[in-house]
């Protein structure tokens, strides 16, 4: 095991197997009042094991920025009488909050269904864990739905040709946060291919947090939760109180 300043490589075969040395232009994203979004920047090195000197092996890229897991319930909107009402639904016990993808080419010409799939090479490969019983295509809909939705909102996000690799060693890509991104844990996986094999992989780690007065106001809450939620019920009484008093006065 390789560490370079807090991020782990883990190279397929050491010694013989190219190694990956990866990097973020923010480690830290601070969602305040306000907040936009932001553009994160991903890039790093692959060296090979044959040296500088050599012809060196040409990679492809993958990079896959994955948010914090959450319980998600999907819910399917049916027309009953002229009235939209809840029909079926189905939950998912790990579903990412944000998940975006870029790479040298599309991940179709650089690997094979069954490897995309154990490594999560794009939004078809989420692996969503499905709770509860339900007929597989049912499930299988439910988790289509799941990925349109969140694609519409620009949490799940797929760019084949978004990973630029210079002179067979470096690599850059941007991938964009949206403004209604959830705060936590990320982790950017990065993986080095040749020849249909995921030959090297890397991890940085980046956390999205409130800042400021909510980002206060979050503490706060998580540190003295009993307080805080008297301190709630106290501010609606007294607010509720106000306005009593206003309209009794008119």
């Avoid at 060693?169 to 291919?193: C, D, H, K």
């Avoid at 007294?238 to 206003?246: C, S």
Wanted: charged share 20%; aromatic share 8%; hydrophobic share 45%.
């Amino acid at each position: 095991m390789l560490v370079w300043e807090g991020l782990t490589a883990t190279p397929a075969l050491a010694q013989r197997e190219p190694v990956l040395v990866p990097a973020v232009s923010q480690s830290r994203i601070e969602v305040r009042q306000g907040f936009t979004g932001a553009r994160l920047l991903l890039y790093g090195a692959v060296i090979d094991p044959a040296g500088a000197g050599s012809r060196g092996e040409d990679y492809d890229i993958v990079v896959v920025l994955k948010g914090p897991s959450e319980a998600v319930r999907i819910r399917e909107k049916e027309r009953i009488a002229g009235i939209w009402a809840n029909a079926e639904s189905s939950d998912f016990r790990s579903a990412p909050a944000f998940f975006a993808v870029a790479s040298s080419r599309p991940v179709s010409e650089i690997v094979d269904e069954r490897t995309a799939a154990i490594y999560e090479l794009g939004t078809e490969f989420i692996q969503l864990s499905p709770s509860g019983e339900i007929d597989p295509e049912e499930q299988a809909r439910f988790a289509k739905g799941l990925v349109e939705l969140r694609q519409r909102q620009g949490l799940y996000q797929e760019d084949p040709g978004g990973v630029r690799i210079a002179e067979k060693v470096l690599y850059q890509a941007r991938i964009n946060l949206p403004s209604n991104v959830t705060t936590g844990r990320y982790t950017a996986e990065t993986f080095a291919i040749a020849r249909g094999r995921v030959l090297a992989s890397a991890t940085a780690r980046i956390e999205v947090v409130k800042a400021g007065l909510e980002g206060q106001v979050v503490t706060a809450a998580q540190r003295w939760s009993f307080l805080y939620g008297l301190g709630a019920i106290g501010l609606s009484l007294m607010m509720g109180w106000i306005a009593g008093r206003l309209f009794a006065r008119g």
